[in-house]
């Protein structure tokens, strides 16, 4: 039944590039945050993911599940997000006692924290990949793999008598691997089915060229910026002729507040060689036409900008200094002509 479903993968994963990160698998994980305070205090911190995009929430008190899309339920029903709902409370509630319960033993010192993160990876044409890590203050700690935990190699002495707690209630071990290998996938498959709309939403980029200082005297930092496109899956880079020019650096990839991203590319080049360069920019959003940005021409707009924009601003700053001179002029010749007559009056002297 999962690999029935599996061809639906196809219209989501960008496909005929390889260049950059412009291809990648869909995976689906929940990931929680325990911050142990103390002995009486635990706050849990949950959120579903579907790749970097957020489809849940989760109430740190009742552990109820809050969907943040009209689709986040994917295709289960009622009853079966209510029975997911009911488990993942009694391993959240089970996980925290454990940690608080053996703190002495496994040597934890409060305040601590503990991440988790589990769920499943499908490629297109590919059987699903399944994983479930526990960190510890931020370094590997667990791993759960063919229905048993495993300790980390960082994890020490301590991370092997936590396995040995967790690997003690078959039962459970049993359920994890099901909910990993299983509902997982299926789960996965029903988002992208419900959620096409909006997964499936294509923007075309907007882009343009700045430059700044560079290094040294004689060179220019030069930078591509690319923002609005979404889905995520882009790729930007400097170009001289048809080769890609090896010194191009890039930024991360950073959520605009409307859903799409924005990222830049720069690169550090002597003044004298900016010519010729140019920056593409290839997005599925763009039907094959890439954006192709020339460096001269950017330069000779900013030319033409500073032609016509220079002097106006400097008749302006004229017309200000000639304003306020004129004032001060009329402002002086009336307190002249003021004291003349002051100067006459008999009474005065």
């Not at 590919?126 to 526990?134: C, D, E, G, T």
């Not at 799409?260 to 290839?282: F, H, I, N, P």
């Amino acid at each position: 039944m999962l690999f029935l479903q599996l061809p639906c993968l196809a219209v989501l994963l960008q496909g005929g590039d390889n260049k950059d990160d412009f291809q990648e698998p869909i995976s689906f994980q929940i990931i929680q945050i325990s911050s142990f305070y103390n002995r009486s205090w635990v706050q849990n911190l949950s959120s579903g993911w579907l790749g970097e995009l957020q489809t849940h929430s989760c109430e740190s008190k009742s552990g109820t599940i809050i969907f943040l899309w009209p689709w986040s339920k994917g295709n289960f029903s009622n009853e079966e997000i209510m029975e997911l709902e009911k488990l993942f409370r009694m391993f959240s509630a089970g996980f925290l006692q454990a940690f608080h319960e053996h703190a002495s033993q496994w040597q934890l010192e409060y305040p601590f924290q503990v991440q988790t993160a589990g769920g499943c990876e499908l490629h297109f044409g590919k059987a699903s990949i399944s994983f479930m890590r526990v960190a510890y203050q931020g370094s590997d700690f667990l791993s759960f793999q063919n229905n048993s935990w495993l300790p980390s190699p960082k994890g020490g002495n301590r991370a092997q008598h936590v396995c040995q707690l967790f690997n003690w209630d078959q039962i459970t071990l049993e359920i994890i691997q099901r909910l990993l290998s299983d509902t997982c996938p299926r789960f996965l498959l029903g988002l992208l089915d419900t959620g096409k709309s909006d997964l499936q939403r294509q923007v075309r980029p907007e882009a343009w060229l700045s430059t700044g200082p560079g290094p040294g005297l004689s060179h220019l930092t030069l930078v591509c910026h690319v923002s609005g496109f979404h889905p995520k899956p882009i790729w930007v880079m400097w170009m001289r002729g048809e080769e890609e020019h090896p010194g191009t650096q890039r930024s991360d990839i950073l959520p605009n507040a409307d859903g799409t991203w924005y990222l830049w590319k720069s690169l550090d080049v002597e003044a004298t060689e900016a010519s010729g360069l140019s920056c593409q920019v290839r997005h599925s959003s763009l039907g094959g036409q890439d954006i192709i940005l020339s460096w001269e021409n950017h330069s000779s707009m900013g030319l033409i900008f500073s032609a016509v924009i220079v002097p106006l601003v400097l008749l302006t700053c004229l017309a200000f200094w000639l304003r306020k001179y004129w004032r001060s002029c009329e402002s002086a010749s009336n307190l002249l002509w003021n004291e003349i007559p002051a100067a006459q009056d008999p009474g005065h002297i």
